[in-house]
């Protein structure tokens, strides 16, 4: 199991950016693949970003490719989602996500993850 803290959220206008930071408990975080979802009212989770555990590969959903860019930092524990040109349709509470995985593949499926963290809201004005 590995503890997640997200961070970062908060309210912008559209056309804003902002970086979402996920720092995880685990010592052993380069072995997790990392993704981020996102929920908005009413909605279920969908996916957004995936990153593999060596930060080779990743993936978008169609939604935000373009937009947004994941990575990581093994060496600090720490995932990032930077949003750039922001959309009022974003708005939604943002997660991120482990599952332990040395596979070079992505990993956009949400039940494929097992530990998550408790939500950063990001709000987008129009």
């Known amino acids: 199991q590995v503890q997640l803290v997200e961070s970062g959220g908060g309210l912008v206008q559209a056309g804003a950016s902002l970086r979402l930071s996920c720092t995880a408990s685990?010592?052993?975080?380069?072995?997790?693949?990392m993704g981020w979802f996102r929920q908005a009212p009413g909605k279920e989770r969908e996916f957004v970003a995936t990153i593999n555990w060596s930060g080779g590969r990743t993936d978008y959903a169609d939604s935000v490719k373009g937009r947004f860019t994941i990575s990581r930092d093994n060496a600090k524990n720490t995932m990032f989602l930077q949003m750039n040109s922001l959309k009022p349709e974003d708005t939604a509470v943002y997660y991120c996500?482990?599952?332990?995985?040395?596979?070079?593949?992505?990993?956009?499926?949400?039940?494929?993850?097992?530990?998550w963290g408790q939500g950063t809201q990001v709000t987008v004005s129009s």
């Open positions: 685990a010592r052993t975080f380069s072995n997790y693949a």
């Open positions: 996500a482990a599952v332990w995985s040395k596979a070079d593949m992505v990993i956009r499926r949400r039940s494929s993850y097992n530990n």
